[in-house]
C-alpha cells in the first residue's frame, strides 16, 4: 500500500505531525518511490523500500531538523535502508531482479521500434552500472537534484559524485553510440 494512506497511518501510530511536515512526505511518495525503483531494481522492493523509509522518517521525526529539506533527509533514509539490505542480502546469497522499463507508445512504427532498442540498451546499461555509479546518475539525471545533495544523501563527498556521474555517463554514451 503506497498512498497518502500510508503517511497517515504512520502519522497516527506516532501521534501529531505538523500538516506542513504531512503534506511535504505525501507529496514526496512518488519520488521516493522512483528512487527506490531506481535502487533495487524491483517494483515490489521499491514499494517495500518506500514503505520502510516513509516508517523510518515518521518514527524518527524527532532527529529531523525543521530548515533542511526534508526530502534529502528521506533519501539519505531510504539510501541507508537499501544499503543494510544489500548487505544482508549478501550475507544470504540472493540476488537482485531486472528492472523493466516501459516504454513510450510512437506513431511511427520504424522510429517507435528504433526508440525501443535504444532504450533497452540504455535501460540494460543503467541496470549493469556499479550501484554508486546508477544511484548518483539517477539522482541526479532524474530527480534533479545537485551534486552536493547527492553527496549528501550518499554519503560520498562532492568529487566522487562527480566522478560517478562521469563515468556512468561515459557508459551511457557508449551504448547510445553503438546503437546508432
Given at each position: 500500500?503506497?498512498?497518502?494512506?500510508?503517511?497517515?497511518?504512520?502519522?497516527?501510530?506516532?501521534?501529531?505531525?505538523?500538516?506542513?511536515?504531512?503534506?511535504?512526505?505525501?507529496?514526496?511518495?512518488?519520488?521516493?518511490?522512483?528512487?527506490?525503483?531506481?535502487?533495487?531494481?524491483?517494483?515490489?522492493?521499491?514499494?517495500?523500500?518506500?514503505?520502510s523509509t516513509v516508517e523510518r522518517a515518521i518514527a524518527n521525526l524527532?532527529?529531523?531538523?525543521?530548515?533542511?529539506?526534508?526530502?534529502?533527509?528521506?533519501?539519505?533514509?531510504?539510501?541507508?535502508?537499501?544499503?543494510?539490505?544489500?548487505?544482508?542480502?549478501?550475507?544470504?546469497?540472493?540476488?537482485?531482479?531486472?528492472?523493466?522499463?516501459?516504454?513510450?507508445?510512437?506513431?511511427?512504427?520504424?522510429?517507435?521500434?528504433?526508440?525501443?532498442?535504444?532504450?533497452?540498451?540504455?535501460?540494460?546499461?543503467?541496470?549493469?552500472?556499479?550501484?554508486?555509479?546508477?544511484?548518483?546518475?539517477?539522482?541526479?539525471?532524474?530527480?534533479?537534484?545537485?551534486?552536493?545533495?547527492?553527496?549528501?544523501?550518499?554519503?560520498?563527498?562532492?568529487?566522487?559524485?562527480?566522478?560517478?556521474?562521469?563515468?556512468?555517463r561515459e557508459v551511457l554514451r557508449g551504448v547510445v553510440e553503438r546503437s546508432d
Amino acid at each position: 500500500m503506497l498512498s497518502s494512506q500510508l503517511v497517515l497511518e504512520g502519522i497516527g501510530k506516532v501521534g501529531r505531525v505538523e500538516p506542513r511536515i504531512e503534506k511535504e512526505m505525501i507529496a514526496l511518495l512518488p519520488r521516493l518511490r522512483r528512487f527506490a525503483l531506481a535502487l533495487t531494481r524491483s517494483m515490489s522492493a521499491a514499494d517495500d523500500l518506500t514503505q520502510s523509509t516513509v516508517e523510518r522518517a515518521i518514527a524518527n521525526l524527532d532527529k529531523w531538523r525543521p530548515g533542511t529539506r526534508l526530502d534529502s533527509w528521506m533519501y539519505r533514509i531510504a539510501h541507508n535502508l537499501h544499503r543494510n539490505e544489500v548487505r544482508n542480502q549478501a550475507t544470504r546469497g540472493i540476488k537482485h531482479g531486472i528492472l523493466q522499463m516501459d516504454t513510450e507508445r510512437a506513431l511511427d512504427g520504424e522510429r517507435a521500434m528504433l526508440a525501443r532498442l535504444e532504450l533497452s540498451a540504455v535501460s540494460a546499461a543503467i541496470t549493469q552500472l556499479p550501484e554508486d555509479q546508477r544511484e548518483a546518475l539517477l539522482l541526479v539525471a532524474v530527480e534533479g537534484r545537485s551534486y552536493r545533495a547527492v553527496a549528501e544523501i550518499t554519503g560520498a563527498s562532492v568529487a566522487a559524485v562527480t566522478s560517478r556521474i562521469a563515468r556512468a555517463r561515459e557508459v551511457l554514451r557508449g551504448v547510445v553510440e553503438r546503437s546508432d
